[in-house]
């Protein structure tokens, strides 16, 4: 009976000092204006739009005009905490916190992949920003 009970209590120690050990599924979901409080935080406009929150597993983004950068963490989907971005400074700070809150990083091919498809979007908007520049001056020159 002792041993069990040591046991036990092994368990319930092991289990509150390691909580990631026995957390859910950890997901997030970052809601910000694509405009309004991004363009004065450059850090955290290259995190959220450049490759740095993709990188992370179960990190959704939704862009919403006129609201500031917060992460909502959830745990096997219940809402465990929000928090507001704009407090972190640094790259390094957001990157600390994600790991902090249990993100996991993508694998080295998945992160790949997302930045050769933001690569490929980026080319696309040049090319689409040429043709319209393009399309201006011969109406320009028809004039």
Avoid: W
Avoid at 45 to 53: C, D, Q, S, T, Y
Wanted: aromatic share 8%.
């Amino acid at each position: 009976m002792t041993f069990r009970r040591n046991l036990v209590t092994i368990l319930l120690v092991f289990s509150f000092s390691f909580p990631s050990a026995v957390a859910g599924v950890i997901s997030g979901k970052i809601e910000t204006c694509a405009e309004c409080s991004l363009a004065r935080l450059p850090h955290l406009k290259a995190f959220i739009v450049g490759l740095g929150a993709e990188m992370y597993r179960n990190v959704e983004i939704e862009f919403i005009y006129g609201t500031a950068a917060v992460l909502t963490v959830f745990d096997d989907g219940v809402e465990v905490e929000t928090i507001m971005l704009a407090d972190y400074k640094t790259r390094g700070e957001l990157d600390a916190l994600f790991k902090e809150k249990g993100f996991k990083l993508k694998t080295a091919s998945e992160i790949s992949e997302i930045s050769n498809r933001k690569a490929e979007e980026e080319h696309q908007k040049i090319l689409q920003q040429m043709r319209e520049r393009r399309e201006k001056a011969n109406k320009s020159d028809e004039l």
